[in-house]
């Protein structure tokens, strides 16, 4: 659940980053074109948000609360991520169904199960922090992946894509961390999402430690998935100089 973060791509970067893809034969007219119309669409659905962020904010003068302006299609495209891992069970994106379920849940996780559930941490800074950061991202993201299906991707967005995750990424992480951190005395007091003994099932369940235990699971994943998007960075954009300058 740690460290939260495709369309046409690997997600291995969680969604700040980016992994090169894996060389193999691309999908075909038809996955392609539906590819290329999912990216679309969720590049705008991410616009949308961003937009939604900038009038809220010029209107109100305020960046406090501006959950609520973006909430709806926060949740509507957020959620639409699922369908990257049927794009990864089915075979037209060369990513790994695991690792991808895994990323894109954490994310539907945090939007559904800490964010929506808990309403006291709504008007939090904290989650505008990791929503401002996923929407750059995803904007970028999307826009990434509909470029290369067309085989025209600008080198703007090529470099985006590999550098602003050094901000975003940590920015993102931070905002999730603190928005679960204060979730932490609603949901202990509510008994949010808790099964007590007894019960007919034998079985119990402690939804406030399992929020404890994510977030203690970003301590070792969130540094090895960063050191590994900047060697990617540095990988892929010193091949694209390389490229340049034999040409």
Known sequence: ??????????????????????????????????????????????????????????????????????????????????????????????????????????????????????????????????????????????????FSLLNHLPYLIKWARYTLFIILYPMGVSGELLTIYAALPFVRQSGLYSISLPNKYNFSFDYYTFLILVMISYIPIFPQLYFHMLHQRRKVLSHTEEHKKSE
């Open 1 to 146: 659940m740690a460290a939260s973060g495709s369309g046409g791509g690997s997600r291995a970067d969680n969604g700040y980053g980016s992994q090169q893809p894996r060389r193999r034969k691309g999908p075909g007219a038809l996955a392609t074109a539906y590819l290329v119309i999912y990216n679309v669409v969720m590049t705008a659905g991410w616009l949308v948000i961003a937009v939604g962020l900038v009038r809220a904010y010029l209107a109100k003068g305020s960046y406090h609360s501006l959950y609520y302006s973006i909430e709806k299609p926060l949740k509507f495209f957020q959620t639409g991520a699922l369908l990257e891992i049927l794009h990864c069970a089915f075979g037209i994106v060369p990513s790994s169904v695991v690792l991808t379920a895994f990323q894109v849940m954490s994310r539907v996780f945090l939007t559904w199960a800490v964010t929506h559930s808990v309403k006291e941490v709504q008007t939090e800074d904290s989650v505008l922090l990791f929503v401002v950061a996923w929407t750059i991202t995803e904007i970028i993201r999307y826009s990434f992946y509909t």
